[in-house]
């Protein structure tokens, strides 16, 4: 008995002794953690001198981030594994798919301002990109489309995968349906005819971003509206042979990066075709004020404004919802927005500012397995005239 | 039961001696191995704050391009952008100048520094400081540009 009690005291020296010895074998992992500070730093600099020489902006806009990742990767030692996402940017081909008739396809491609093959394409941040309306209306075929756009009301219980893919759901209409995945609430009382873009959130914050940065396409002779007024669009060429435009018949000509004000809008010239041997005489056109006022004569039935509303009146109602983080992945995106009209160039403006936004490019690099020890680099590449803001997310482990 | 209890406390004291002897070995090894991390540390720390000095500081005069007329040690134009006349002036540093960038950034007298500027295929477009065989090196590894060029700062600390 006294012989047990010996090698029980023994036993539990041991146990106190082996317990103490972590705290003296701490060094090895003090010794990765430097090793992973200085790849963090390491990894950093290289983005800031990257960004800096133009370089990241080369990659990123031209979508090659399998070539960003060979450049970074040439840089560190060989035992260094990285992987890159980034986020924001908007496709350069944004394939839509109209779940709709052949009249509402009509519709929606005048409401975006395009009469001709050669509309689909347009300038955004120094780089050019394309609609791409799919060959089908059936939603069931829209495996390939990034933005999936249909007027009035769909069941889409049975298209919830879409989300899961990243694809979004954009419906137009004043009917309420499928309010969960287009976050809207019906809410009672008189509704304001004004609506401005929600500036307060950051999903709202950035589809007006695009706003003030996409062109609309009117044409020679046609229309394009101010609030609640239309106002007539003539395309001429002055003493100088230059194009220029005239509004509502006025004597004044505006060129190309002009900005005129209309009704308190500024809207800013953005390009003239006034060659009318291929039949399209036209300009792009913006509005470039954040706080335009959108009006809609009849806006019911009354939505509540929420933190995802993207158009909101001052009366706490909303015009046009967003959601995003749909799923339990964090993929996909949903726009529910009131049908203002094909000949409202205004909202024609805002509907293609919320496809881009809809059909933003979540950009990575071919997946390897990650090491549980490693370490995650952000980078933002804040917007500046004529390219856009990003995030890159980076992340870097050793193999050995 | 007498020659049971000694064997009992013959395993109990052997143990326990075995435990005493395999902390004291462990102690004293860490306490070696502290020392050297320490050093280490303090390398690192030095070659960071070094570093920071050639990606940031431009030096002064501001616009140097001879060690004769140096006062303020730095290689940049503007952060992250290094100087070419300033990386010429230090490239291949004599012992003389070597000493005038070692007191200019108060290095301590145990310390000496070497630093390579490579291009991106390990080219050497600069190298300055001394070289010991002996001593255990820590190296810092930055990134700047030069003539728009990503170059790598590889700063060494004996």
Redesign the interface.
Known sequence: M???I??L??VL??LL?FG??PF??S?SK??DE?NNA?LS??LR??L???D??G?LKSYIVSGNLEGLKNYIS??LPGNVMIEIYVNGIPKNVIKIGCNCTLEEKIRLERSLGIYFPEDYTFSLRGKIVRFEFLNTNEIEKMGDADVIIFFGCRDLSKYLNYLNEGKAFIMIGNDICEEKIFNITLKDGLVSSYSQINSNSLEPFRIGEYFIDVPIRIYNNSNFWVKEMSHSLYVCIDNNSLPCIRIDNLPEEYHIGDTITIDETRIKIKDIDADESDGRVFSDISIIDRNYNFYLPNPYPGIEENEKTILKTLNGFSFAQCNYFITQHGNGRAVWIKDFGEERKDFGQLLKSIILWASEERFETQKQKINKNFIEIYYIVSGVFESEPYLIRLIAFYIY | MKAQLNIDFILAVTLFIISILFVSYTVMQNAFLLRSEIDKEQKRLIGYAISQLIIFDKGYPEDWNSLYSLQKFGLSLSPYILSRNKINAINNCSYENYNKIKNLLSLPTENDFLLIITNQYDETISKCGLEHKLREIVWIRRFAILDGNIVKINLGIY
Do not use: P, R
């Open positions: 006294k012989g047990f010996k090698i005291e023994v020296s041991l002794i103490i010895l003296f074998t060094f003090s010794n430097w200085l730093l390491s600099d290289i800031i001198s990257l800096k020489s370089i040439s840089l």
